[in-house]
């Protein structure tokens, strides 16, 4: 069984910065890769940024420069640097991982459980 975890989540001012992480645990073989999607009220889920696990990165247009998504390989963990934070920002931000197990070597795609990042004044 895999499981992915999220910290960083909260309540920061407009412009502000914070960052996500989320760990992958449990019965890996590899991980093709990592991500963070978000849900805002009455909106549905969309991308923000992905990462595979040669390195390339896709972001969402309305958080490209602002926006920086990385990977601790060894750690299984993926980071989400959000930088210039606007009230439209706000969400809660999901983790995603399409990770191959070590036991039946099938690819899934895992979700988080979400955390919620408020940008408010």
């Known amino acids: 069984q895999v499981q992915l975890e999220e910290f960083g989540g909260g309540l920061v001012q407009p412009g502000g910065s914070l960052r996500l992480s989320c760990a992958a645990s449990?019965?890996?073989?590899?991980?093709?890769?990592m991500g963070w999607y978000r849900q805002a009220p009455g909106k549905e889920r969309e991308l923000v940024a992905v990462?595979?696990?040669?390195?390339?990165?896709n972001y969402a247009d309305s958080v490209k420069g602002r926006f920086t998504v990385s990977t601790d390989n060894v750690k299984n963990t993926v980071y989400l640097q959000m930088n210039s934070l606007k009230p439209e920002d706000t969400a809660v931000y999901y983790c995603?991982?399409?990770?191959?197990?070590?036991?039946?070597?099938?690819?899934?795609?895992?979700w988080g459980q979400g955390t919620q990042v408020t940008v408010s004044s």
């Open positions: 995603n991982a399409d990770i191959v197990g070590a036991t039946n070597r099938r690819r899934v795609t895992y």
């Open positions: 990462i595979s696990s040669s390195g390339r990165t």
């Open positions: 449990g019965s890996i073989f590899s991980i093709y890769g």
